[in-house]
């Protein structure tokens, strides 16, 4: 009697009631056992593992806010759909965004102790993110993408932004991006 098979035929052979339950549980993590995850997120699951063996409070709570949030995603919509890592990054950009927001507020509260936790559990999502863009590298993006839309006033700025969103992938804030746009259109 060593499968979970083996014990629920035992069980109900001898009529036990709980017999109903464990083939229900028996199904469920088989299922289980299907479920794939994309690498980022098999990544998350190690490392709040090993968060919680290390007793670290703000990684474990910031890695499990974080899988909340890719769980949510994954079933939001009309069906359960697997995420990829390029989606995984961008929930997890969503949460960095929040997470900065946050900051900022408190920061404007008078609530510096908040504002902190923030920007930890904001250092902990960023090692998970891709480097961000700096401003050279941005400008560049964004000259390259005006001259291959051919776009020469603030009028067409829709167009440069549709092919700079693919290149820049959550590597820079869409605001930043935005900004850049209007800056090199204006000029």
């Not at 469920?28 to 699951?45: I, P």
């Not at 968060?51 to 079933?75: F, G, P, Q, W």
């Not at 700025?157 to 991006?177: C, E, N, P, Y």
């Amino acid at each position: 009697m060593n499968t979970p098979s083996q014990r629920y035929t035992a069980a109900s052979d001898r009529g036990w009631a709980g017999a109903t339950w464990l083939k229900s549980a028996i199904e469920q993590s088989s299922r289980c056992e299907d479920v794939h995850m994309s690498s980022l997120e098999q990544q998350l699951h190690d490392d709040l593992t090993d968060s919680i063996r290390s007793r670290d409070e703000v990684r474990s709570s910031t890695l499990r806010m974080a899988l909340t949030a890719i769980k949510n995603e994954a079933v939001s919509g009309d069906e359960a759909r697997e995420l990829s890592d390029a989606d995984v990054i961008a929930v997890l950009g969503r949460e960095a965004k929040k997470r900065r927001e946050a900051a900022t507020a408190y920061d404007d509260a008078a609530r510096p102790e908040l504002a902190a936790r923030e920007r930890a559990e904001l250092e902990v999502l960023a090692t998970y993110l891709p480097a961000q863009l700096t401003d050279d590298e941005l400008a560049a993006l964004v000259a390259q993408a005006i001259v291959e839309t051919g776009a020469d006033s603030p009028k067409q700025m829709g167009a440069v932004m549709k092919v700079l969103t693919a290149r820049i992938a959550g590597r820079a804030d869409g605001g930043r991006v935005s900004s850049a746009v209007k800056t090199a259109l204006n000029h």
